[in-house]
Structures are given as C-alpha cells and as structure tokens.
C-alpha cells in the first residue's frame, strides 16, 4: 500500500488549507487513517484519526480548527485546517494503520505546510 499526500503549500496566517491523502493498492475495513505532523527540530505528533466507521480523534489543540474527513470507497482521507497559525508549520504525513489481522502500518511521503505571519 502507498499514501500519497497532496495539498500543502503556503498561506497565510488566518488562511485554510485542504490536504489529501490518497491509498492505491488493497486496503481493509476497520484500519484507522490519519494525520500527523513534524514541525523543524519537534517530534512528530498526532493531528488527527478516523476510522472506517468515522469515530474521529483529534488533538486537543486543533480540534476546533481541523476537521478530519474519509471517502472509504476511494481511499482517501482528507484534512481541513481553518484559522491556521503560524506554529502550525510543519510536515504532514498522512498513516493508515490497522490493529487486526491483516495488522499494517503505513506512512505517506508528507506534504509541507507553510504558515506565513
């Protein structure tokens, strides 16, 4: 399986951005997609969670500007990120993770996301 993310790039402080994340290859129900990201010199974290069924998890310091959505019959998930900061720059990588058998964890490339002040 390969995730390939798209949508980063620059905006301004206070702009939105949309950020795609495509799957090719097989993928199953029950796997968990999400986002995280790596600002420079930080650990990655955690943005953003939705399972097949749509249960989402955020992190606490951006759930009221993100929104994590999927499209199970294309494989895609996206994220929607409102009111951005510029503390919000960082790379985006995009993970489809699933606990039960067939177990996978997989990462995509990441997509850079700039916020200017």
């Known amino acids: 399986v390969q995730l390939q993310a798209s949508g980063g790039g620059l905006v301004q402080a206070g702009g939105s951005l949309r950020l795609s994340c495509a799957a090719s290859g097989r993928v199953f129900s029950g796997d968990s997609m999400g986002w995280y990201r790596q600002a420079p010199g930080k650990q990655r974290e955690l943005v953003a969670t939705i399972t097949s069924g749509g249960t989402t998890r955020y992190a606490e310091s951006m759930e009221d500007r993100f929104t994590i959505s999927r499209h199970n019959g294309k494989n895609e998930v996206y994220l929607q990120m409102n009111s951005l900061k510029p503390e919000d720059t960082a790379v985006y990588y995009c993970?489809?993770?699933?606990?039960?058998?067939?177990?996978?964890?997989?990462w995509g490339q990441g997509t850079l996301v700039t916020v200017s002040s």
């Open positions: 993970r489809a993770r699933r606990i039960y058998s067939p177990t996978y964890d997989y």
